[in-house]
Each structure stands twice: as structure tokens, then as C-alpha cells.
């Protein structure tokens, strides 16, 4: 069983190398879409979307 902590923790990846930078957490029961958050890739050196991932 996940702990309390880990089990609303989401990766985001880039949408342009998709590679997961990026762990986060979501109020799962308040936000039920998909997270879209625009951040500094280091893979691409410039910001860019970065999307929830699959677990």
C-alpha cells in the first residue's frame, strides 16, 4: 500500500522530449483533468507544456 504521501504524486513530462523532469502533487478529488504546466525542460534548455504522465 502506497503511503499518504506518494499516492497523490503525478510526473510531468515534456511535450516536446517527453522525458519526465518534473514530481508533483494533485488534489486528485478537487482537479480531475489532466495537469498542463509550463516549466524550464533542461533537455530542450528553453520552457515548454509539461503534462501529466501515465504512472
Known amino acids: 500500500m502506497p503511503s499518504k504521501l506518494s499516492a497523490n504524486l503525478i510526473k510531468l513530462k515534456c511535450s516536446v522530449c517527453n522525458r ?4 508533483t502533487r494533485k488534489n ?7 495537469i498542463e504546466i509550463k516549466k524550464h525542460c533542461p533537455w530542450c534548455r528553453k ?9
Open 20 to 23: 519526465v523532469n518534473f514530481y
Open 47 to 55: 520552457h515548454t507544456v509539461h503534462k501529466e504522465a501515465k504512472r
Open 28 to 34: 486528485k478529488k478537487l482537479v480531475e483533468r489532466k
